[in-house]
């Protein structure tokens, strides 16, 4: 799991408590500083950040990572 797939884990888990908003705060710091939302995780079925934020639902995560692919022209 790279780091970019534990911060989309971790926002998930606070953000299915009823007393706190799901965030992107954690996932976002990281593109900043050069994680890829597209690199595939060597672990479990190798499935890239921006798929398991889509996957569950961290429509956050999958805005900021539209507008880091817009960026890079992909």
Same mark, same amino acid.
Not at 20 to 49: E, N
């Given at each position: 799991?790279t780091?970019?797939?534990?911060?989309i884990?971790? @926002?998930?888990?606070? +953000?299915?408590?009823p007393?706190?908003?799901?965030?992107?705060?954690t996932t $976002?710091?990281?593109p900043?500083? +050069? $994680?890829?939302?597209?690199?595939?995780s060597?672990q +479990?079925? =190798?499935l890239?950040? @921006?798929h398991? $934020?889509?996957?569950? =639902?961290?429509?956050p995560?999958?805005e900021?990572?539209?507008?880091?692919?817009? @960026?890079? +022209?992909?």
């Amino acid at each position: 799991m790279t780091l970019l797939h534990h911060a989309i884990d971790i @926002e998930l888990d606070a +953000g299915n408590r009823p007393d706190v908003s799901l965030h992107v705060d954690t996932t $976002a710091f990281l593109p900043a500083r +050069g $994680a890829d939302p597209t690199r595939k995780s060597h672990q +479990g079925r =190798g499935l890239s950040a @921006e798929h398991m $934020a889509f996957a569950s =639902g961290h429509w956050p995560a999958m805005e900021l990572f539209g507008a880091w692919k817009r @960026e890079r +022209g992909q």
